[in-house]
């Protein structure tokens, strides 16, 4: 698949096509070839939580994860957009208590209705930050800021293992209120295949498995049980992941088969990017069909009326 056009997600109603979201996507080897790609490689977009994974890194490389004494369920929560569901918010609380802190420490707000800040779906990195922050001698007190010492130790850090000088990027206030960055889908999808990695020369690289096997192995941490990331994780058994970001943005990683893709839809409609998701794992034999029917009821997910009537489709058009 390579193609100047995006992918088309086509949603139908009845036999008319009643909404058409366009998506950018990119496919890259362990090698950083692209080996597909729909639209321009190029597009610059603002990852969101999908730079989830190399953010977490610092926790490790700190020494913060054997210091505390932690397991795989904490970075996986560090990369998660959690639910606050009741296993996650037990090792979240605890993980707060083990560093002596209280709530307000952390940056971010609480989700919508509820008071905790550890609700917040992004509460896992700010542990993970927070406990890199502690670990490098630092004050951890407004670490979400730009102009903090961890947050200039981690863009120092990402510019040092990707190929993005994330000290000239340009930057934004993500919804959890940390920095975020402009990034094209080809260096995000580059930074993200280093997870699948297999290069025992390069000294980051245990941490980078570490990451990626903590991920595999604990989905319930990553996201909601009932979520598209959780359900791909699962009926794979960890032949494929994808990793959320926000506004329609996706990384996904195929370690069979050594890919990593970075997808964008370029009106952020999240079920569209969820559909973009799975044509590429399965167009790059990552998913099976009838595994595919299991992660979304259909090949080709149904639109539903209030009486839960099929009524029509969503189905993506490949532009190659």
Known sequence: ?????????????????????????????????????????????????????????????????????????????????????????????????????????????????????????????????????????????????FEHPFQMHLRKYLTEITEIDFSKAPHAIDGCCIPTYGVSLQKLAMAMSLLLSDETSNPHQKYFSKVFESMQKHPEYVSGMNEFVCRVNRVSEGRALVKTGADGVYIGFMPQQGLTFALKVIDGAVQAAEAASLYLLKEYGALTSEEIEKIQGSVEPFVLNSKNEKVGVIRVQSMS
């Open 1 to 145: 698949m390579k193609s100047r056009s995006p992918l088309h997600v086509e949603v139908t109603r009845g036999p008319l096509v009643e909404n058409i979201h366009q998506v950018v996507a990119v496919v890259i080897d362990k090698q950083k070839k692209v080996v597909g790609s729909a639209g321009t490689p190029d597009y610059v977009v603002t990852p969101r939580s999908c730079m989830k994974p190399l953010q977490a890194l610092p926790l490790l490389e700190t020494g913060a994860y054997e210091a505390l004494g932690l397991n795989e369920r904490h970075i996986a929560l560090a990369c998660s957009s959690h639910k606050a569901e009741p296993h996650q918010m037990e090792v979240l609380k605890a993980w707060l208590h083990q560093l002596g802190l209280e709530e307000k420490i952390l940056y971010c707000g609480p989700a919508t209705g509820h008071t905790s800040l550890l609700t917040h779906n992004c509460s896992g990195k700010h542990l993970g930050m927070i406990s890199a922050a502690r670990q490098l001698k630092m004050d951890p007190v407004g670490y979400g800021k």
